[in-house]
């Protein structure tokens, strides 16, 4: 696709259901990472992956969080049990890793509400 | 080590005027310090980035200031123009890990 493609777009789900957050990243962009957002503030970094590499999860808040990378493409973010402080806005975004230039490219996140 | 402090946290500067956002890192390692804009209900995107080996970049109106020595950089936008209203980010990653570390975001308001 013509960019980082995230869905849904908006998801309102109950405390204590599970989630799971999908993202497209660029063809072939080997990089792929989460970050989270709560309302007006910064980008807290979730997950990482690189590659085959086993990704970098240094991240993620809880073990209620998970993310996987399918065949190097797809990525699902899911959040078990979600609580009210899940809710944010879940960004995702890929890159290339040319080495001269490391520009991450964003999807428009998915917002997710935890009611 | 990871940490990349940004300030200030939201400002507001008249049409024409010229708006500096400020970061410092501490690692050393990182070499690479990239900008992003964020729009309302938008994900963020790439706005002008620079490596420490240059202590100045330009890009149209959008300028940033490199200070190796202090581990500070700095954006400036020249000019500015309501349409530049929006949330900037800095960033920055090193070659071998090119994870981004995020700023805490600056709310830039242009007002006419």
């Known amino acids: 696709g013509a960019g980082v493609s995230q869905s849904p777009s908006n998801k309102v789900t109950e405390k204590g259901k599970d989630v799971e957050l999908r993202c497209d990243p660029i063809?072939?962009?080997?990089?792929l990472y989460w970050y989270r957002q709560s309302l007006g503030q910064g980008l807290e970094f979730l997950i990482y992956?690189?590659?085959?590499?086993?990704?970098?999860k240094s991240g993620l808040p809880s073990d209620r969080f998970s993310a996987e990378r399918t065949g190097g493409s797809v990525s699902t973010l899911t959040i078990q049990r979600t609580q009210q402080e899940d809710s944010a806005v879940y960004l995702c975004?890929?890159?290339?890793?040319?080495?001269?230039?490391?520009?991450?490219?964003f999807g428009q996140g998915t917002r997710l509400t935890v009611v | 080590q990871q940490q990349v402090k940004q300030s200030p946290q939201s400002l507001i500067v008249q049409k024409g005027g010229i708006p500096i956002i400020n970061c410092a890192y501490e690692n050393t390692a990182f070499d690479y310090f990239p900008w992003y804009q964020q729009f309302p209900g938008k994900g963020p995107a790439l706005l002008i980035a620079i490596r420490p080996d240059v202590s100045e970049k330009k890009e149209g109106r959008f300028t940033i200031s490199f200070n190796k020595s202090a581990k500070q950089f700095s954006l400036h936008i020249m000019d500015s123009q309501p349409g530049d209203s929006a949330t900037y980010f800095c960033a920055a990653s090193y070659s071998g890990n090119e994870k981004l570390t995020f700023g805490t975001g600056t709310r830039l308001t242009i007002i006419p």
């Open positions: 063809s072939g962009h080997t990089a």
């Open positions: 975004a890929s890159s290339s890793l040319t080495g001269i230039n490391t520009e991450a490219f």
């Open positions: 992956f690189q590659g085959n590499s086993a990704p970098d």
